[in-house]
């Protein structure tokens, strides 16, 4: 019996040792596990995937964020067309803690293309990689197994499991080993190249945790070493390929992270990789000399990187100097080995490793050159949540953008040749409201937008400037767009006289001449009178008179609004003396009727707000007032209260300041009734420092007594809320609020509401008082100015407007408000399509990890359309938009867009011309100075009824007083390149994507069970 068991072990201990030499069990073993591994991308969605770790490979690729990714996308609109499915063996080896086995990737990056399928923008990182193992010159090949992996390669066992090499793991157990029992001493390193590949791609920071992160590592090597097959050979040549390709090499400033011997080569040492791969493959026994000393640097070099990889932040980021003798120490044992020549080692060991302290910079295109690229990465950026551009240029995805390339180079093309005099002359940017001789094109901006209107959805077909800096003008920045603002103004009346016809339009004569308006309350007197009237009692037939109402184009009226007394002008001195209805106004773009226009807009608003009650301003004496007042007081408090909670919900402090201030007169008094509410606690040093930061060279000459009398008068012991809130023209609940959220950062609207209790009934306490009822009259109208200003705020953002507030002055009609070309074009896109917001797209189609068990491809579907117009009031402005081509503003467009049939296209729009001043005051308000900031010309345009955008025209400050030109240069424009766009209109533009069939399976079970059935033959 002992015999027999000695047998029996003797047979055990030589089928082990056997095994360790040729895995011949592992290989059936694992082999066959490898068959029920696999994925299939079929259509929809799916939870039969189970998304990696926080490995850096992972990570880097967006593997493991898809989930996120996915989410977000769904509610912007997308939806998963197709998703890989894992096998049900994959999923539970997942869940056991392995990684899923498939061929992994490389490479990786963003890569997006036009809606044409041509290639936008590209990007894989590493930038620098082997083809195959039969790219790699041997001389590496033999450097990194000396290194690493001595038997990696041994062709005598063709089905050996490369992630375990039985002696080296046994000596790394030893050692653990003794460091359990107390003994120290240096550890040998126990994982192979396969193992190591699976720690630094999906191990969390690319580190092994101890012994369990160790096995999971192996396992999941061993089962990607048989993934194709029993006969490893091919798949351990193909781990040495991967290994150089993307062995992390620590992080440089200026690159980024470094992967892989190729980019290492280049980020380290500046060493071009074509270069080093022609010197490498050219080591005979007899190097030619002249070659020999590059021969043996480029070596030397590449030595040093794989044996950095074991502390690559401390060799190669910190510069030990100690690289340098322990490569020649390496050099040293493969020449002793056999595996360099002893010229090549002799060449090498005196040369001197020198990293570069920089990277060499690459040549870049001009921003004009990728600024549709940026502009649709930029968006996707915001799509996906990934702010840094570095993060998004490397995640695996291919994105399809709505752009076409063809409209988009002539637009851009075009734009540029506008840099020079003759370029711009041959445009006919020259002339009678245009550029003048002698005035320089090179120093303004010219960007152009194009949309097309689709079914669900706006996609962006063209986006361009010719601005060779980053910033985008079309959606970065707030400018003074002038009198495209008149068609927002026309619209809000036309969306009012809709409203009246909503609610009075059934009553009888009897019953609307009952109907009490207010005397202010020109819009409502005006609607109530037509409908008794009229034969035509139809929405259409009452929005056509109402642009046919009339108003005075008289400069002579002063107007109280905004807090003051001013007077406005037209551009055109002619219109001075004329009366004309609102058509003509629009036709024209004259100022002041649209003034008046504005004054009614606003008076409406305010007569007819909830709680509005005309009493409150003409009989003091009215016993419900006190009553009406204390309600009024903390309702209406409360709510404009969570209004402004709303404007500022999310942002920081700095983001909270500037969007107040946005909305605020640049003076001293008004700045500083501002800063001593938000900042009470500030010293009249700190006032000083914002004034001038504020009014940059155009601070007033204050002496310390001037400014302390400014500080002093602004105090919040001194001067209430309401009084603070009056001279900034700013709601005192607003300034309180903003106060409020610098002390509270983290605070909630409840907290607020019950903090702002006292100040709620004081900012309305003077309504209480009979006394000085002349100055509260004024006080209660500039109050109820600002709160309809909220109101048409309201109305203005339904419809695309970008910011969080309006001006409160009746000058918001003539563009006081600013706005930005990309808004304007959404709101020609709303007019266009009948009163319906359509989300705007700049990607159709997102394509995640294609090849992988992670793949998913989602396509837009697009938000349900929302309705912010009745159909008639889009179709009444879209009619005047086209009036304005045909016979006004824009008419030198007229008939412009031919096709080649000659079918006349239709095109509308509104012009605009934008004087942004910066004034200086002095101590008692009056202006000192005036400096020209900016100068704009805009047109928002129709083209037909599928095509809408903008074009425009912008100079800046210190160019900007220069130059006289009005919204006629980007008309005349736009009429230069109505030729590229006649294509478009007769073929038509990209069609949206169609669901693509999904394969059956893009990497079955079935597929890889024919790879390994072939490997066994």
């Known amino acids: 019996m002992p015999s027999v068991g000695i047998a029996a072990v003797a047979a055990a201990a030589y089928a082990l040792v056997k095994e360790a030499q040729s895995s011949r069990w592992q290989a059936q073993q694992l082999s066959e596990?490898?068959?029920?591994?696999?994925?299939?991308?079929?259509?929809?969605?799916?939870?039969?995937?189970?998304?990696?770790?926080?490995?850096?490979?992972?990570?880097?690729?967006?593997?493991?964020?898809?989930?996120?990714?996915?989410?977000?996308?769904?509610?912007?609109?997308?939806?998963?067309?197709?998703?890989?499915?894992?096998?049900?063996?994959?999923?539970?080896?997942?869940?056991?803690?392995?990684?899923?086995?498939?061929?992994?990737?490389?490479?990786?990056?963003?890569?997006?293309?036009?809606?044409?399928?041509?290639?936008?923008?590209?990007?894989?990182?590493?930038?620098?990689?082997?083809?195959?193992?039969?790219?790699?010159?041997?001389?590496?090949?033999?450097?990194?197994?000396?290194?690493?992996?001595?038997?990696?390669?041994?062709?005598?066992?063709?089905?050996?499991?490369?992630?375990?090499?039985?002696?080296?793991?046994?000596?790394?157990?030893?050692?653990l080993g003794l460091r359990l029992v107390g003994q120290s001493g240096r550890s040998p390193g126990g994982s192979t190249l396969a193992t190591q590949i699976e720690k630094y791609r999906h191990s969390p920071e690319g580190r092994t945790e101890g012994v369990k992160d160790k096995l999971r590592q192996m396992a999941s090597a061993s089962l990607r070493a048989y993934m194709d097959g029993p006969n490893t050979l091919e798949r351990r040549k193909q781990i040495v390929t991967d290994y150089l390709n993307t062995v992390p090499l620590a992080a440089k400033p200026g690159f980024g992270e470094v992967n892989g011997l190729g980019d290492g080569m280049w980020a380290w040492y500046g060493?071009?990789?074509?270069?080093?791969?022609?010197?490498?493959?050219?080591?005979?026994?007899?190097?030619?000399?002249?070659?020999?000393?590059?021969?043996a640097l480029a070596f030397k070099q590449a030595l040093s990187l794989m044996i950095s990889q074991r502390r690559p932040s401390h060799y190669l980021a910190e510069a030990d100097p100690g690289l340098n003798e322990l490569t020649n120490s390496y050099l040293r044992l493969m020449g002793d080995a056999g595996l360099v020549s002893p010229a090549l080692r002799d060449a090498a060991l005196p040369l001197t490793l020198e990293l570069q302290p920089q990277v060499a910079a690459r040549a870049q295109q001009s921003f004009i050159e990728r600024k549709a690229a940026t502009a649709v990465r930029t968006r996707l950026?915001?799509?996906?949540?990934?702010?840094?551009?570095?993060?998004?240029?490397?995640i695996d995805l291919r994105a399809s953008a709505t752009l076409d390339t063809p409209v988009q180079r002539t637009a851009t093309e075009l734009l540029r040749g506008l840099r020079t005099p003759e370029g711009a002359r041959a445009a006919g940017l020259y002339g009678f409201h245009l550029l003048k001789d002698g005035d320089d094109p090179s120093k303004l901006v010219f960007s152009f937008t194009l949309f097309e209107r689709g079914e669900g959805v706006n996609r962006l077909r063209v986006q361009t400037d010719n601005w060779d800096q980053p910033f985008d003008i079309n959606e970065g920045a707030r400018l003074d767009l002038g009198s495209t603002s008149k068609l927002r103004t026309l619209v809000t009346y036309l969306e009012i006289v809709a409203e009246l016809h909503e609610r009075w339009s059934k009553l009888d004569g009897i019953a609307l001449a009952a109907q009490e308006v207010p005397e202010r309350d020109n819009i409502g007197r005006w609607a109530r009178d037509y409908l008794i009237k009229a034969s035509d009692r139809s929405l259409?037939?009452?929005?056509?008179?109402?642009?046919?109402?009339?108003?005075?184009?008289?400069?002579?009226?002063?107007?109280?609004?905004?807090?003051?007394?001013?007077?406005?002008?037209?551009?055109?001195?002619?219109?001075?003396?004329?009366?004309?209805?609102?058509?003509?106004?629009?036709?024209?773009?004259?100022?002041?009727?649209?003034?008046?226009?504005?004054?009614?807009?606003v008076q409406h608003v305010m007569y007819n707000a909830p709680d509005a009650n005309p009493a409150l301003f003409t009989d003091p004496t009215d016993p419900q007032r006190r009553q009406y007042l204390e309600r009024f007081a903390d309702k209406e408090g409360r709510a404009y209260l969570l209004r402004f909670w709303r404007k500022y919900q999310g942002k920081d402090w700095a983001q909270v300041r500037e969007t107040l201030l946005q909305g605020v007169r640049e003076t001293p008094p008004k700045l500083t009734a501002v800063f001593r509410t938000i900042q009470p606690q500030a010293s009249m040093q700190d006032l000083s420092d914002f004034l001038v930061q504020?009014?940059?060279?155009?601070?007033?000459?204050?002496?310390?007594?001037?400014?302390?009398?400014?500080?002093?008068?602004?105090?919040?012991?001194r001067m209430s809320l309401a009084d603070r809130g009056y001279v900034a023209s700013v709601h005192p609940l607003e300034l309180w609020l903003v106060g409020w959220l610098r002390e509270h950062p983290n605070g909630t609207f409840s907290q607020a509401a019950e903090a702002s209790t006292k100040e709620r009934q004081e900012v309305y306490a003077w309504l209480f008082k009979t006394k000085y009822k002349g100055a509260q009259d004024v006080r209660i109208k500039n109050l109820l100015e600002i709160e309809a200003f909220l109101e048409i705020h309201r109305r203005w953002k339904r419809l695309g407007y970008p910011f969080e507030s309006l001006t409160p002055s009746y000058a918001s009609a003539l563009g006081a408000s600013g706005d930005r070309?990309?808004?304007?074009?959404?709101?020609?896109?709303?007019?266009?399509?009948?009163?319906?917001?359509?989300?705007?797209?700049?990607?159709?189609?997102?394509?995640?990890?294609?090849?992988?068990?992670?793949?998913?491809?989602?396509?837009?579907?697009?938000?349900?359309?929302?309705?912010?117009?009745?159909?008639?009031?889009?179709?009444?402005?879209?009619?005047?938009?086209?009036?304005v081509v045909a016979n006004g503003t824009a008419r030198r467009l007229k008939d412009a867009l031919k096709l080649h049939?000659?079918?006349?296209?239709?095109?509308?729009?509104?012009?605009?011309?934008?004087?942004?001043?910066?004034?200086?005051?002095g101590r008692y308000g009056q202006v000192l100075s005036s400096r020209v900031i900016s100068r704009s010309a805009t047109f928002m345009f129709v083209i037909g009824d599928r095509y809408f955008g903008t074009m425009m025209a912008y100079v800046?400050?210190?160019?900007?007083?220069?130059?006289?030109?009005?919204?006629?240069?980007?008309?005349?424009?736009?009429?230069?390149?109505?030729?590229?766009?006649?294509?478009?209109?007769?073929?038509?533009?990209?069609?949206?994507?169609?669901?693509?069939?999904?394969?059956?399976?893009?990497?079955?079970?079935?597929?890889?069970?024919?790879?390994?059935?072939?490997?066994?033959r």
């Open 33 to 175: 596990l490898n068959q029920e591994l696999g994925f299939e991308l079929q259509p929809g969605p799916t939870d039969q995937v189970r998304y990696p770790g926080d490995g850096p490979y992972d990570l880097r690729l967006g593997y493991t964020q898809l989930p996120m990714f996915i989410d977000r996308l769904r509610r912007q609109g997308y939806e998963v067309q197709a998703q890989a499915r894992m096998s049900p063996r994959m999923v539970s080896l997942a869940e056991q803690g392995l990684f899923p086995t498939y061929h992994e990737k490389n490479q990786g990056g963003l890569e997006l293309l036009d809606c044409r399928g041509q290639p936008m923008f590209w990007t894989r990182y590493p930038e620098r990689v082997y083809a195959d193992f039969e790219a790699v010159p041997p001389l590496l090949v033999q450097a990194l197994l000396f290194i690493e992996n001595r038997e990696l390669l041994d062709v005598d066992a063709p089905q050996r499991n490369p992630a375990v090499e039985w002696d080296r793991l046994g000596k790394a157990a030893m050692s």
């Open 271 to 295: 060493r071009d990789f074509d270069e080093l791969n022609r010197l490498l493959t050219d080591t005979g026994e007899d190097p030619r000399p002249e070659l020999l000393a590059q021969q």
């Open 381 to 394: 950026s915001a799509m996906l949540d990934v702010p840094r551009a570095y993060d998004l240029d490397r």
């Open 540 to 601: 259409q037939a009452m929005l056509d008179a109402a642009m046919l109402r009339k108003y005075s184009a008289s400069p002579g009226e002063g107007f109280f609004t905004g807090g003051g007394l001013h007077y406005f002008a037209n551009f055109e001195p002619d219109d001075n003396g004329r009366i004309m209805t609102v058509a003509e106004a629009i036709r024209h773009s004259v100022n002041l009727p649209f003034i008046r226009l504005m004054r009614d807009v």
């Open 694 to 717: 504020r009014l940059e060279g155009e601070m007033p000459d204050y002496t310390d007594k001037a400014l302390r009398v400014l500080y002093d008068t602004y105090d919040p012991q």
């Open 821 to 883: 070309p990309a808004a304007l074009a959404e709101f020609m896109g709303i007019l266009a399509n009948d009163g319906v917001r359509q989300p705007a797209a700049r990607i159709d189609e997102l394509r995640f990890a294609t090849g992988t068990p992670y793949e998913a491809r989602l396509v837009l579907r697009g938000n349900p359309p929302e309705r912010v117009l009745p159909p008639e009031v889009a179709a009444t402005a879209r009619r005047a938009a086209f009036d």
């Open 901 to 921: 049939d000659g079918t006349i296209v239709p095109i509308g729009g509104k012009t605009g011309t934008g004087d942004h001043r910066k004034d200086s005051f």
């Open 956 to 1016: 800046q400050e210190p160019y900007a007083a220069r130059y006289k030109f009005t919204s006629a240069l980007p008309s005349q424009l736009m009429k230069s390149l109505v030729p590229a766009l006649v294509p478009l209109l007769e073929k038509g533009s990209c069609e949206a994507p169609k669901p693509e069939p999904v394969p059956a399976a893009l990497q079955s079970v079935q597929v890889r069970a024919e790879v390994q059935q072939q490997a066994a």
